[in-house]
C-alpha cells in the first residue's frame, strides 16, 4: 500500500453559479462529463473551501492551501511564485520584482513598456548577469514581451521598499525607498541597481538597433511587487512524497517549484485557451511512473469565468473531460482527485467565495450515493465541507501512510 | 433536564472500508444490528473524526479526544495511561515506567522475562513497597504475567530518561542516563532504585522456590517508555459531571482514571475476544445508576481489524448488537452516543484516519433521515463532519447543560 501514487487535478476557477442561458445549470452541470460522473460514482465527494468559508482566495494562497500549506502562515505575497514561474532559482530569503522593461529619456520615463518590446530580450538578460552590489547577489530574467523578474539574494535584505514604476509615462521615474527601519540597505542596492542596469543596457546592440529602426529602445528597469520568497517545508520533507507539476501558468508552476516539485513541461499546455489538455494529462502520467504525487493544472476553465463566458466554460469542460478518459487506467492503485482552486463565477467576472465540488477516486475509498460531479450533486457526498489543506492528509490516510498520533 | 445521563459507547476499531467478501460492505454495514439501525432511526447520525481529518489516532489520543481534551495540549506518551490502568494512583506530575520482570545471572540479563513467570509476582510486589531513594517515593505494582508497572513520585523529576532493557538477551542490562540537563537526579535515582529492587527481589521465597523447581528467578527490572502523567483538568471539574468508565483493557481504563472517572470493574470483560459484553453493559447500566456520565468500552472490533478478520470483526458486532438490547430501558432520559475511537480497516491491519459513524439519541435529538448505522448510511446524517472533541459538549447542549457564552 506504501507505493500508491496520488494525482491532483485542478480546473482553475472551475466553481460556478446556476446561469439563466444553461437553464439554471452552472457551466459545469451544464457540460457533458460522463468521465468525472463515472468517476465521482465510484469515488467519495464533497464541497471543498480551499481556505475557509467565506474567504475568496487568489490564486498563488489558493494552491497553498490545495497543497497543504497555511497560506497565513506562509504567504508573502506573489512576487516569489511568479519569478519561480519564470525559471528562476528563487531560494528561501530571496527578495523578488515583477519588473518592466522600460524607456527612459532625458530622466523621463516616456514608455513603461519600452514600445511592447517582444524579440531580442535574451540580449539584455545576459548583459545583466554576474551583477553584485555589496555583498548581494542580482539575478535577471526576460519573461514574455517587456515583463521580467529580478531577484536580490544575501544577507540582511528585505521585502519593505517601493517600486520605482510611475504608473503614467512621461514621469521620473520614483526614488526607491524602504518602508522599514531595516529596509534602508535594499532600497540603496536596488536605486544603484537600476542605475547600473541602465548604463549597461543603454549601448546594447538590441538598443541601437531599435533606434535605428525607429523603435523604443529597453533602457531602464521599472520594478514593483518586492516580495521575500517564502521559507516553506519542502513538499518531499512534509509529505514524504516525490512529486512533479505539469501545469501551463507560470504562477502554478512557481507555487510548485517553491514547494520543491519538479516541473515537467513535456507538453504543449499554454496555459490558456487554446490548449492541449490530452497532451498535459498524457504529460501527468508520465510523470506519474517517475514521482509518487503529481499536481495537474488546466487554466481555461478560470479564463472564461474572469471573461463571462458561460457557455465557452461549459465547452471547455466537455473538452477536459474527454481528455481525462485515461485516468480510468490509473484505477484503483493511484489516488485521484479532482476539483477547481476556488471559483470564478461567470457573472462575478472574479474570483468567489463559493465552495467546489471536489471527488476522491481510487482504492480504499468509501463511496457515497453521489453519482454525477456538480456543484448541486456533491453538496450531499460522504467528504461533507472539506478545507483545502486537508485534501491532502485524507488522501495520504487512504493511502496509509498517515503517521499514527499516539499509540 | 438537569438530571439527564449520558453514556458514551465506543467500539474500539469498528470503523472499516468496503470488502469484497462480505460483497463490498464493511463489517459493520454487513453486520445484523437492528438495535443499532433503531437507534439510528431514533437519534441523529453523522461522521466523526476523532482528532481531525487526516490524522490517524492512537488508542491513548483517540480517547482523550472523545473525553474532550486537547491531545496535542495533553498528551505526554502512552506510560502514564498504562500505568494507571493496572490500579496505580497516578498523580499529575509522576514518572511513569512499563516495566518487566527479568532474570540476570552474572550481571547479564538472560531472560527478558524471567520465564513468562505467571504466578506468585504478589509477592514481589509487596516486596518493594515503601523504598524512598533521596526524596523521591517508589510505587511498584505487578499487572500479568512478567509485566508490572514503575512510578517515581517526588520534586525534580522528568521523563526524559533512556531505558535499561537491552531488547536482545544475554546482554548487560543499560546505564540509565538523562537525555536533557535536568534528568540526571531522575537518572540516578532510577539506577539507585534498580539495584535496590534486584537486592531485595534475589532472596525472596518465591525465587528460591522457582529456582529449587528449575525455573529462572525474577530478580531484576527492566524499565521503558518514561512517561510524566499529564495535568488534565478531572472530568468532573471539565464537565460538571460525576462518571465512570466500564472497559476491560488497561489502557482505556487508565485513560479513564487520569481524567478522573471511577473505574467500574463489576463485570466480565476481558478487553479481548472472547468476552461478555452482556456483563458490561449491564455494569455500565449500573453505573448509570450511580454517576451521571458512563463510559462503556468494548475491545473486540479493534483485534479483529488488526488480524483482518472481517467476517470475525462482523459477527462480534452482531454480538454486540444484541448485549446492547437493553439500551432502549435507557431511553429517552439517557442521552446514548455510539461510536468508535478510529477506523481499524481489516485491509490496513491498522488504524486509519477514515472517519467513523456516530449516532445520538435521547430526548431532545432532531432525528435525521438515517435508519441504518453504517460507514455510508452516516456520510448523509444530521449531525455532518464532527470531531471526537465536540460529542460530550454536543450531548451537553441537548440537555441544557451549556453555560451561554454571552448574555
Redesign the interface.
Known amino acids: 500500500?506504501q507505493d500508491r501514487k496520488f494525482l491532483l487535478f485542478i480546473m482553475d476557477g472551475v466553481g460556478d453559479r446556476p446561469i439563466p442561458e444553461l437553464n439554471n445549470k452552472t457551466p459545469l452541470e451544464a457540460a457533458k462529463t460522463p468521465t468525472m460522473d463515472k468517476l465521482a460514482e465510484l469515488g467519495i465527494t464533497g464541497h471543498m473551501h480551499t481556505i475557509g468559508r467565506g474567504i475568496t482566495p487568489g490564486s498563488d494562497t489558493a494552491h497553498l492551501a490545495l497543497f497543504g500549506y497555511n497560506p497565513y502562515e506562509v504567504y508573502t505575497g506573489r512576487g516569489p511564485f511568479e519569478a519561480a514561474g519564470t525559471d528562476l532559482p528563487v531560494k528561501p530569503g530571496d527578495i523578488a520584482f515583477r519588473t518592466n522593461m522600460a524607456t527612459i529619456k532625458d530622466g523621463v520615463v516616456i514608455d513603461r513598456r519600452a514600445g511592447r518590446i517582444s524579440q531580442g530580450t535574451r540580449e539584455i538578460e545576459e548583459a545583466l548577469q554576474n551583477i553584485t552590489i555589496e555583498d548581494v547577489e542580482t539575478i535577471f530574467k526576460v519573461g514574455i514581451d517587456h515583463r521580467a523578474a529580478l531577484v536580490l539574494r544575501g544577507p540582511g535584505l528585505t521585502s519593505d521598499v517601493t517600486g520605482n514604476d510611475p504608473k503614467i509615462e512621461n514621469k521620473k521615474p520614483k526614488h526607491i525607498i524602504g518602508t522599514s527601519s531595516e529596509a534602508e540597505k535594499t532600497a540603496r542596492i536596488l536605486n544603484q541597481y537600476i542605475k547600473q542596469a541602465s548604463e549597461i543596457m543603454e549601448p546594447l546592440e538590441i538598443n541601437q538597433k531599435r533606434i535605428n529602426n525607429d523603435k523604443l529602445p529597453a533602457n531602464y528597469l521599472l520594478v514593483r511587487g518586492a516580495g521575500k520568497s517564502p521559507h516553506l517545508e519542502s513538499f518531499s520533507t512534509k509529505y514524504g512524497l516525490t512529486a512533479e507539476c505539469v501545469a501551463g501558468g507560470g504562477l502554478y508552476k512557481g507555487v510548485a517549484s517553491i514547494c520543491g516539485m519538479k516541473i515537467n513541461d513535456n507538453h504543449y499546455g499554454t496555459g490558456g485557451i487554446p490548449t492541449d489538455i490530452s497532451s498535459k494529462v498524457k504529460a501527468a502520467i508520465e510523470s506519474l511512473e517517475r514521482v509518487q504525487f503529481v499536481f495537474l493544472h488546466v487554466k481555461g476553465t478560470d479564463n472564461m469565468g474572469h471573461d463571462n463566458k458561460p457557455i465557452q466554460k461549459m465547452e471547455f469542460i466537455d473538452e477536459i473531460d474527454i481528455a481525462i478518459e485515461p485516468f480510468f487506467d490509473l484505477l484503483p492503485e493511484t489516488l485521484i482527485c479532482i476539483t477547481g482552486d476556488h471559483s470564478t463565477p461567470c457573472v462575478m467576472r472574479d474570483h468567489s467565495s463559493d465552495p467546489l465540488p471536489i471527488l476522491i477516486v481510487g482504492e480504499?475509498v468509501?463511496?457515497?450515493?453521489v453519482n454525477e460531479f456538480g456543484e448541486r450533486s456533491t453538496m450531499?457526498?460522504?467528504l461533507?465541507?472539506?478545507i483545502g489543506q486537508?485534501i491532502?492528509?485524507?488522501m495520504?490516510?487512504?493511502a496509509?501512510r498517515?503517521?499514527?498520533?499516539?499509540?
Do not use: N, S, Y
Open positions: 500500500m480504499g468509501r463511496p457515497d450515493h450531499r457526498g460522504g461533507g465541507h472539506i486537508d491532502i492528509p485524507t495520504l490516510g487512504l496509509g498517515v503517521h499514527k498520533f499516539g499509540a
